[in-house]
């Protein structure tokens, strides 16, 4: 299992990265369906090249993948909220647009670029949501104000939190696990680990140089912040604007990182 | 085969915390210390304190309290 994240780059080298990010996708449902012993039907086919998640996410394990239903098709599917998010996806790529052509600032243009990816990106999640319910599946949460995080680690366990969750249950701790059992200091097992887990996450995205400093980037915050964690909220502890510094600190962070993809991330956006 | 209230017994003296703070469809979130790496020492602690090993695809299985208890009574057959 842990070879899998070759096997992607792989992939990712091979084909144009869009595909790439589609195709990673379907190779996750395979997984899942394998190894929750999914039966060899129709059923188990539709779940792995579900289109609605397969080209956004978020991403659906296999055990909460219902049989496809078309029963009441018409009355649960939410064609309000559904036209809610493409206004919301046009209007933020319209606005976007306007702004970034005004200003000649690299920081604010990154700015704007993480703002527009949110509200698309939440948005389309959000949209393939209200397809998968409509067919009788669950709702499954992929963004949980990450606006709003107060640490690098909250802020990836509130933004494509689907991703993220499998990355952590299925390469981070796995990993983690493996180099500990042979006898690495559990530490460094889980520094190099979540080096790994966020380099593979980076270079998913685009081989480049920049999301490979994106994964050591990530990788050495959120290792940082596990080990001092209990000792930052011991100092922070009697601090009445923790949270605010917390925000100020987890956004100008991510801020930073984006700084270096920007490039990447603007080809991606939905911009009239 | 080991019982559930020696295996929640065993998360909660791990954690040093009650174990009601533990049923079967606690997850990790729910638990202020459950994190990666705690995660990665529990599962190390468990299959030391009652001698037997995880494999892989169990370890992937495991998405609440339940799946761990459920996995580990099955070792202990």
């Given at each position: 299992m842990i070879f899998i994240p070759f096997l992607i780059l792989a992939i990712n080298f091979s084909v144009i990265n869009l595909f790439g990010l589609t195709i990673i996708f379907i190779l996750m449902r395979a997984y899942s369906a394998y190894l929750f012993k999914a039966p060899k039907n129709i059923d188990t086919f539709i779940y792995i090249f579900f289109i609605p998640e397969i080209i956004t996410g978020p991403f659906r394990p296999y055990t909460h993948w219902s049989k496809i239903n078309f029963n009441g098709f018409f009355n649960k599917l939410n064609l309000f909220k559904i036209i809610d998010h493409l206004i919301i996806i046009l209007f933020v790529g319209i606005f976007f647009s306007y702004l970034y052509s005004y200003t000649n600032s690299k920081i604010i243009k990154s700015l704007l670029i993480y703002l527009t990816l949110y509200y698309q990106f939440r948005s389309a999640s959000e949209i393939a949501n209200c397809l998968s319910i409509s067919l009788g599946q669950s709702y499954v949460k992929?963004?949980?104000?990450?606006?709003?995080?107060?640490s690098i680690t909250d802020f990836w366990n509130r933004w494509h939190i689907s991703l993220g969750y499998f990355a952590k249950t299925h390469v981070n701790q796995l990993i983690t696990i493996y180099l500990a059992k042979t006898g690495i200091n559990i530490k460094l097992s889980y520094f190099i680990s979540v080096i790994y887990t966020f380099v593979f996450i980076g270079l998913w995205h685009n081989i480049s140089y920049s999301y490979l400093f994106f994964g050591f980037y990530f990788g050495i915050i959120i290792f940082l912040e596990r080990i001092f964690a209990s000792t930052v909220d011991k100092i922070f502890s009697?601090?009445?604007f923790k949270d605010v510094i917390g925000i100020i600190y987890t956004q100008t962070a991510h801020l930073i990182s984006l700084f270096i993809v920007s490039e990447y991330i603007y080809k991606i956006l939905i911009v009239p | 085969m080991l019982s559930k209230k020696i295996i929640i017994n065993e998360l909660s003296i791990f954690f040093k915390i009650?174990?009601?703070?533990?049923?079967?469809?606690?997850?990790?979130?729910?638990?202020?210390?459950?994190?990666s790496l705690t995660h990665a020492e529990l599962i190390i602690h468990l299959e030391n304190k009652f001698n037997f090993e995880f494999n892989l695809d169990e370890l992937m299985k495991i998405d609440n309290v339940g799946d761990l208890i459920k996995i580990i009574q099955k070792k202990h057959k």
């Amino acid at each position: 299992m842990i070879f899998i994240p070759f096997l992607i780059l792989a992939i990712n080298f091979s084909v144009i990265n869009l595909f790439g990010l589609t195709i990673i996708f379907i190779l996750m449902r395979a997984y899942s369906a394998y190894l929750f012993k999914a039966p060899k039907n129709i059923d188990t086919f539709i779940y792995i090249f579900f289109i609605p998640e397969i080209i956004t996410g978020p991403f659906r394990p296999y055990t909460h993948w219902s049989k496809i239903n078309f029963n009441g098709f018409f009355n649960k599917l939410n064609l309000f909220k559904i036209i809610d998010h493409l206004i919301i996806i046009l209007f933020v790529g319209i606005f976007f647009s306007y702004l970034y052509s005004y200003t000649n600032s690299k920081i604010i243009k990154s700015l704007l670029i993480y703002l527009t990816l949110y509200y698309q990106f939440r948005s389309a999640s959000e949209i393939a949501n209200c397809l998968s319910i409509s067919l009788g599946q669950s709702y499954v949460k992929n963004f949980n104000s990450p606006l709003l995080a107060t640490s690098i680690t909250d802020f990836w366990n509130r933004w494509h939190i689907s991703l993220g969750y499998f990355a952590k249950t299925h390469v981070n701790q796995l990993i983690t696990i493996y180099l500990a059992k042979t006898g690495i200091n559990i530490k460094l097992s889980y520094f190099i680990s979540v080096i790994y887990t966020f380099v593979f996450i980076g270079l998913w995205h685009n081989i480049s140089y920049s999301y490979l400093f994106f994964g050591f980037y990530f990788g050495i915050i959120i290792f940082l912040e596990r080990i001092f964690a209990s000792t930052v909220d011991k100092i922070f502890s009697n601090f009445k604007f923790k949270d605010v510094i917390g925000i100020i600190y987890t956004q100008t962070a991510h801020l930073i990182s984006l700084f270096i993809v920007s490039e990447y991330i603007y080809k991606i956006l939905i911009v009239p | 085969m080991l019982s559930k209230k020696i295996i929640i017994n065993e998360l909660s003296i791990f954690f040093k915390i009650s174990s009601d703070s533990f049923n079967e469809k606690t997850i990790a979130s729910e638990i202020p210390d459950w994190n990666s790496l705690t995660h990665a020492e529990l599962i190390i602690h468990l299959e030391n304190k009652f001698n037997f090993e995880f494999n892989l695809d169990e370890l992937m299985k495991i998405d609440n309290v339940g799946d761990l208890i459920k996995i580990i009574q099955k070792k202990h057959k």
